[in-house]
């Protein structure tokens, strides 16, 4: 059958394992491949160092910050709330912790605005602090 030119690849010297006819590929693929493109960052625009240090403060010291307070508060909840031992109250939020800790630092990197991560990170402190600031008025130590 004779290849059309339009359909034809024109190498510089024909191969034998060289294509002859160019392919196109169904619509889906090509949906799914933007969406994968998207999904990579391809085409976002590049941090910038304020962007990258907002991120790092945000993955480090007020990680850190935000999980102590999620920590306490959960040990308080788990202690007074559910009646949990004190001491199995705090070794359970201490490991949740870590894990915490580690998610709470890979979604800094992963979101798409360092000022949306903030204002979260802000606002989860601001609820977790009011949290437990009520649980330590209301009752004595851990």
């Not at 006819?21 to 949906?31: D, K, N, S, T």
């Not at 800790?101 to 979101?111: I, P």
Request: overall charge positive.
């Amino acid at each position: 059958m004779p290849v059309r030119k339009r359909d034809a690849v024109a190498p510089a010297t024909p191969h034998p394992i060289a294509p002859t006819r160019i392919i196109a590929a169904p619509p889906v693929l090509v949906g799914i491949a933007a969406m994968a493109g998207k999904a990579q960052g391809v085409g976002r625009i590049p941090a910038g160092r304020t962007d990258v240090a907002a991120r790092l403060l945000a993955a480090i010291p007020a990680n850190y910050l935000l999980t102590s307070l999620a920590t306490a508060t959960l040990a308080r909840l788990l202690w007074r709330g559910l009646g949990v031992d004190p001491a199995n109250a705090s070794v359970a939020a201490m490991l949740a912790s870590f894990v915490m800790f580690s998610v709470l630092a890979l979604v800094a990197f992963g979101v798409r605005s360092a000022l949306k991560l903030w204002l979260w990170m802000i606002g989860s402190g601001a609820v977790l602090g009011a949290g437990l600031w009520l649980s330590l008025t209301s009752g004595g130590r851990l």
